[in-house]
């Protein structure tokens, strides 16, 4: 049975032991990649879940446990990232989702993208107040700041974190990416942000920084 199909098969039963022990087994053994492991596996998972807004009957525990399912993959896949990282950190990223987003499994393994790519990465994740930004990014001292929604209904508050970042910070590089901008792949043609949704993505759009 192929990787997708096998952890699937344990995820749609909510047996996270077994889906932690087959990705454990496949990355010990290299019959997976971290990349193909987020791309083909935990995101294609993750693209049936459902949402109270799509599907009436929707479950929200089942959301959860599957959710936390995914949380600890990423996690225990943690080291494979940084042997990946070949390089000294020379540039500094964070990795956020606006004010009301809540969904940031996608963004971490963005952030693991980020990192392997040999920046010193900060994971902030969910929930990031716009009136924030400017301290975060004074602090941190950051070169690239990546935004992520999967909720539709907050494009506008990316869009205003944008605004402001670029106003205040016009030599940071931005990308975007998430649920919400593959149904809105147009919305930041008239400026210098990129809209990812891949590794490959994000290592086209980065390449000049690294």
Partial sequence: MPLYETFYDAFEKLEQEKCIQFVSDALKTGSI???DLYENVLRMSMSHLTDV???ENHKIWKEHIQSGIVRSVIEMAYPYVLNLR???PLKRAAVICPDGEQHELGARMVSD???MMGFETFFVGRDTPRKELFDLIETLKLDLVA???TNYYN???AVQMVSFIETSFPTIKLIVG???FEMNPNLFDQS???VTHTYKDIKRVLGDLV
Avoid: M, P, Q, W
């Fill in 33 to 35: 990649s971290i990349e």
């Fill in 53 to 55: 807004e799509t599907d």
């Fill in 86 to 88: 070949d390089t000294k």
């Fill in 113 to 115: 993208y980020i990192r």
């Fill in 147 to 149: 935004i992520s929604v």
């Fill in 155 to 157: 494009l506008s508050k």
């Fill in 178 to 180: 998430g649920k919400a």
């Fill in 192 to 194: 210098n942000v990129k």
